[in-house]
T-cell receptor
Framework: AQSVTQLGSHVSVSEGALVLLRCNYS??????LFWYVQYPNQGLQLLLK??????LVKGINGFEAEFKKSETSFHLTKPSAHMSDAAEYFC????????????FGKGTLLTVNP | DADVTQTPRNRITKTGKRIMLECSQT?????MYWYRQDPGLGLRLIYY???????NKGEISDGYSVSRQAQAKFSLSLESAIPNQTALYFC?????????????FGSGTRLTVV
């Protein structure tokens, strides 16, 4: 079974600082990888995804992530944090085979300090 | 209207009561999922359905049941609610085999069992 590990359940940055949220996955086949964001009292919203092709993918709100097969990583970054980025972020991997279900990491809560 | 609608948004119920959470979608997606979210545990899959006649247990199905009344409707029931079922519940949808666009989530139902 595939799995996702998000390093750091809580990350705190200052406004304007680099945001780096870490995600490592395990998969025996090329994965599809996703980042979702959950703002307070809301559902999960797709931030970006990697399926095939370019390994650096850009998402909404200035976020991007790079798929590194050799490191089995898909870290999420944003050059300059904004107060509105405060939310919980989930990394997910799509299973191979007939099921094609998403497996989620436990989430990372991002706090942005003024 | 939202693509995936969950009702109710909030519910407080007593131990031992039967409760149903409802989900409807306008995406036209074949697949529907029920997850629960608990702090520090991420999202865990309860049940999923690939079409009206195909319903499957997820990793934490004990104490829950589901009904897929139509392609657009997928309900989750707690037959006899207990306090440790207090959580945030999400319904999600996706396309069929080979999908790559990720899940579309509802806004969630916050359930409290007292």
């Amino acid at each position: 079974a595939q799995s996702v590990t998000q390093l750091g359940s809580h990350v705190s940055v200052s406004e304007g600082a680099l945001v780096l949220l870490r995600c490592n996955y395990s998969s025996s086949v090329p994965p599809y990888l996703f980042w979702y964001v959950q703002y307070p009292n809301q559902g999960l919203q797709l931030l970006l995804k990697y399926t095939t092709g370019a390994t650096l993918v850009k998402g909404i709100n200035g976020f991007e992530a790079e798929f590194k097969k050799s490191e089995t990583s898909f870290h999420l970054t944003k050059p300059s944090a904004h107060m509105s980025d405060a939310a919980e972020y989930f990394c997910a991997v799509r299973e191979a085979g007939s099921n094609y279900k998403l497996t989620f990491g436990k989430g990372t809560l991002l706090t942005v300090n003024p | 209207d939202a693509d995936v609608t969950q009702t109710p948004r909030n519910r407080i119920t007593k131990t031992g009561k039967r409760i149903m959470l409802e989900c409807s979608q306008t995406k036209g997606h074949d697949r529907m999922y029920w997850y629960r979210q608990d702090p520090g545990l991420g999202l865990r899959l309860i049940y999923y359905s690939f079409d009206v006649k195909d319903i499957n247990k997820g990793e934490i199905s004990d104490g829950y049941s589901v009904s897929r009344q139509a392609q657009a409707k997928f309900s989750l029931s707690l037959e006899s609610a207990i306090p440790n079922q207090t959580a945030l519940y999400f319904c999600a949808t996706s396309e069929g085999v080979g999908w790559h666009d990720g899940y579309t989530f509802g806004s969630g139902t916050r359930l409290t069992v007292v």
